[in-house]
């Protein structure tokens, strides 16, 4: 479903990405990922998404951001908020949503395929619109986890579905070894 000549652009919903990856039991390589796509045709933008928690001393996203930041990747980020539920709980609110859709709408133009890492129901419309335009649209995501990461009206909206999982020896992380444990220091005392 790619051509070599078409102009691309890689629209990464962060979380989202991150999720689906986590469910099947693998990290993301972004450097292979944005290699493979790269071969897959001409790529002219590759963006990711994210909120940040920007009151925490150290946010465990912040070197992936900037890794990205320093490796091609446009980064689209803005303030996490923090709020505390009914329950009691910390929770965090940081939806990228309208951002992705508004940067998809205005490079439309300029692209022929739009490949989305995501499988928020909520992009259906956006897809739809890109589509009208005459914009290709694949969909990365998985339905191999429990329960699908993919709603299954944006599968069906798609030009193309791909799963994830399947990408998963060209763009995983080779699984990290275990650290050994350290030996129990004996003392010896007399």
């Given at each position: 479903m790619f051509y070599r000549d078409e102009r691309l652009a890689l629209f990464i919903d962060g979380s989202?990405?991150?999720?689906?990856?986590?469910?099947?039991?693998?990290?993301i390589d972004y450097k292979l990922l944005r290699q493979e796509f790269m071969r897959r045709g001409k790529m002219l933008r590759a963006f990711y998404y994210t909120a940040l928690l920007e009151n925490d001393e150290y946010s465990p996203i912040r070197p992936l951001v900037d890794w990205l930041h320093y490796n091609g990747f446009t980064m689209v980020t803005k303030p996490a908020k923090e709020y505390t539920d009914?329950?009691?709980?910390?929770?965090?609110?940081?939806?990228?949503?309208?951002?992705?859709?508004?940067?998809?709408?205005?490079?439309?133009?300029?692209?022929?395929?739009?490949?989305l890492f995501s499988g928020d129901g909520d992009f259906r419309p956006l897809i739809e619109a890109l589509q009208r335009k005459g914009v290709r649209v694949s969909v990365v995501s998985t339905i191999r986890s429990q329960p699908?990461?993919?709603?299954?009206?944006?599968?069906?909206?798609?030009?193309?579905?791909?799963?994830?999982?399947?990408?998963?020896?060209?763009?995983?992380?080779?699984?990290?070894?275990?650290?050994?444990?350290?030996?129990?220091?004996?003392?010896?005392?007399?």
């Open positions: 989202n990405l991150y999720a689906a990856a986590k469910s099947l039991g693998f990290d009914s329950m009691g709980r910390r929770k965090v609110k940081g939806n990228m949503d309208i951002e992705l859709a508004v940067d998809a709408m205005e490079l439309a133009p300029h692209v022929d395929h739009v490949v699908p990461m993919i709603a299954d009206e944006l599968r069906r909206q798609a030009d193309n579905f791909i799963e994830l999982d399947e990408l998963r020896d060209v763009v995983g992380r080779p699984a990290r070894e275990p650290r050994p444990e350290p030996a129990a220091e004996v003392s010896e005392e007399s």
